[in-house]
């Protein structure tokens, strides 16, 4: 053999070798993307219905319900509003469909005003209705907390 057969030879096997190493990894990327999607922070359905009752049975406790923005809202600040409201008041952040869920039926349309509030970040307050007055004061003392109000509906 000469060189020239020599080095053609070469050239064809590791021309073959390629294609082989190629075909393996194009079945193995597309064995890659064909593998289920897989989401592992989903809150599950059973979740979400506890999290409606735990919304429901605050709203059967309370007299007030409003809601702030806070996805401006540095944590401290919000921090700062939490710590400052009365114990019994319920400071509550929740998806703003499972909001509109849990005041959509016929026994919590008192409520349901809220469904036009539940489009951005909210920081939802419940408040019964002997804690109404002391709320309103810590809120009034904890600067800025009122620029954010978005809705009160109150029970009367």
């Not at 939490?82 to 039926?105: D, W, Y």
């Not at 709320?135 to 109000?149: C, D, F, P």
Request: proline share 3%; hydrophobic share 40%.
């Amino acid at each position: 053999m000469n060189a020239t057969q020599l080095s053609s030879r070469a050239s064809v096997a590791s021309t073959e070798g390629l294609a082989r190493s190629s075909r393996s990894i194009r079945t193995t990327s597309v064995l890659r993307s064909a593998a289920p999607l897989r989401v592992d922070c989903a809150i599950t359905r059973a979740k979400k219905e506890e999290i409606v009752g735990k919304i429901r049975g605050r709203l059967d406790e309370s007299m007030l319900l409003f809601g702030m923005r806070y996805s401006d809202m540095p944590v401290k600040q919000l921090e700062k509003i939490r710590k400052s409201l009365p114990r019994e008041t319920t400071v509550f952040v929740a998806k703003n469909s499972l909001m509109r869920i849990a005041t959509g039926t016929e026994e919590y349309s008192k409520w349901s005003v809220i469904e036009q509030c539940t489009s951005r970040d909210n920081v939802w307050f419940m408040v019964p209705e002997e804690n109404i007055a002391d709320t309103v004061k810590a809120l009034n003392k904890v600067s800025g907390a009122t620029n954010t109000l978005v809705a009160i509906h109150s029970l009367s």
